[in-house]
């Protein structure tokens, strides 16, 4: 595999040549990791009831989330397009905002019950409201419930496809909906949400207004590496100033997606720190050194790393969870 057709970010290649586990994750690039969702995927998509959300905002601050409903409440468009609904919740629209701000976003589905296997899907997201979604594709289920009716629907386009091997997914059951006790899914009744479970309305009138940290990495945004165009291009994950984002409620119909390809990127390890400023956008100035500075610094911590026995190599290891460890 060609290096500047390696999928990920620069960082896990980085870390990977200093733990010495490059030749291992070229295996799972080559063998796992598609740009579409195939016949397998798109079948284990159809009959999910969760998954876990990843966004994170223009500065790169990252949100986590959980999602859920009834099976097939993710809708597989065609092999390079899924898509789920926003159901009325708090009103705060983390997800939806960060999206509207940075389209990069991370699915991962884990099927805790049948399979014991997980997804990863990661890539662009726009965000459709649900009149307009149903316009182009009205086939989509309708729920009678309040709680449980699409709002808006995020579609996404899928850059990366592929597995969360079976290893450390505990195997679940589920309760019969006798035994589940009084929650409903898709209620609004407060109490039966939750409520203030962890007593941070109690804590209201006694605590200061919250205010965000002061971002003291801002430099680090951006600047660290270059794509193929030449234009500066955030950490993984992060947004990227340089590019305008896809707007949050496109007006019109989206458009048949072509397939993505994965940037590549060139590797990070070799110069000097002098070397890499000079090869940062602004390298002469101070962000560029201080960018420079920061590779440096991870490379040090990297290179006092070795790489460790897996757990399950050890003579007294007894499995992931043996209760005799509880």
Same mark, same amino acid.
């Given at each position: 595999?060609?290096?500047?057709?390696?999928?990920?970010?620069?960082?896990?290649?980085?870390?990977?040549?200093?733990?010495?586990?490059?030749?291992?994750?070229?295996?799972?690039?080559?063998?796992?990791?598609?740009?579409?969702?195939?016949?397998?995927?798109?079948?284990?998509? &159809?009959?999910?009831? @969760?998954?876990?959300?990843?966004?994170?905002?223009? +500065?790169?601050?990252?949100?986590?989330?959980?999602?859920?409903?009834?099976?097939?409440?993710?809708?597989?468009?065609?092999?390079?397009?899924?898509?789920?609904?926003?159901?009325?919740?708090?009103?705060? @629209? &983390?997800?939806?905002?960060?999206?509207?701000?940075?389209?990069?976003?991370?699915?991962?589905?884990?099927?805790?019950?049948?399979?014991?296997?997980?997804?990863?899907?990661?890539? #662009?997201? #726009?965000?459709?409201?649900?009149?307009?979604?149903?316009?182009?594709?009205?086939?989509?289920?309708?729920?009678?419930?309040?709680?449980? #009716?699409?709002?808006?629907?995020? @579609?996404?386009?899928?850059?990366?496809?592929?597995?969360?091997?079976? /290893?450390?997914?505990?195997?679940?059951?589920?309760?019969?909906?006798?035994?589940?006790?009084?929650?409903?899914?898709?209620?609004?009744?407060? /109490?039966? /949400?939750?409520?203030?479970?962890?007593?941070?309305?109690?804590?209201?009138?006694?605590?200061?207004?919250?205010?965000?940290?002061?971002? /003291?990495?801002? +430099?680090?945004?951006?600047?660290?590496?270059?794509?193929?165009?030449?234009?500066?291009?955030?950490?993984?994950?992060?947004?990227?100033?340089?590019?305008?984002?896809?707007?949050?409620?496109?007006?019109?119909?989206?458009?048949?997606?072509?397939?993505?390809?994965?940037?590549?990127?060139?590797?990070?390890?070799?110069?000097?720190?002098?070397?890499?400023?000079?090869?940062?956008?602004?390298?002469?100035?101070?962000?560029?050194?201080?960018? &420079?500075?920061?590779?440096?610094?991870?490379?040090?911590?990297?290179?006092?790393?070795?790489?460790? #026995?897996?757990?399950?190599?050890?003579?007294?290891?007894?499995?992931?969870?043996?209760?005799?460890?509880?």
């Amino acid at each position: 595999m060609p290096q500047g057709e390696r999928p990920g970010s620069d960082g896990e290649h980085l870390v990977q040549q200093r733990l010495g586990t490059t030749e291992r994750a070229d295996r799972f690039y080559r063998e796992q990791v598609l740009d579409h969702l195939n016949a397998r995927m798109q079948e284990f998509v &159809a009959r999910q009831e @969760m998954f876990f959300l990843s966004t994170a905002d223009r +500065h790169g601050e990252c949100d986590a989330t959980f999602r859920a409903g009834p099976p097939g409440f993710v809708q597989v468009l065609d092999a390079r397009t899924l898509t789920y609904p926003e159901y009325r919740g708090n009103g705060v @629209m &983390a997800s939806v905002g960060n999206i509207s701000e940075n389209p990069r976003l991370g699915i991962l589905m884990v099927d805790f019950t049948r399979d014991r296997i997980g997804l990863h899907v990661n890539g #662009r997201a #726009r965000v459709v409201m649900d009149e307009e979604m149903r316009a182009g594709h009205p086939g989509l289920p309708v729920d009678p419930i309040p709680g449980r #009716r699409a709002q808006l629907w995020v @579609m996404v386009e899928v850059e990366e496809a592929y597995i969360h091997c079976a /290893k450390h997914i505990p195997h679940l059951q589920k309760v019969p909906p006798q035994q589940r006790g009084a929650r409903a899914w898709g209620t609004d009744d407060v /109490k039966r /949400k939750g409520g203030d479970f962890f007593g941070a309305a109690a804590e209201a009138s006694d605590r200061a207004p919250f205010r965000r940290p002061e971002r /003291k990495n801002e +430099h680090l945004r951006g600047g660290l590496h270059e794509d193929t165009q030449g234009e500066a291009s955030a950490p993984h994950g992060a947004g990227n100033g340089s590019r305008t984002p896809s707007p949050p409620f496109p007006s019109s119909s989206p458009s048949p997606h072509s397939s993505p390809s994965l940037p590549s990127r060139p590797s990070l390890t070799g110069p000097s720190s002098s070397a890499r400023a000079a090869a940062v956008p602004g390298g002469d100035d101070f962000v560029g050194e201080l960018n &420079a500075e920061f590779l440096d610094r991870v490379e040090r911590v990297l290179a006092r790393a070795q790489p460790r #026995r897996a757990a399950e190599d050890e003579p007294e290891f007894r499995g992931w969870f043996d209760r005799r460890d509880v």
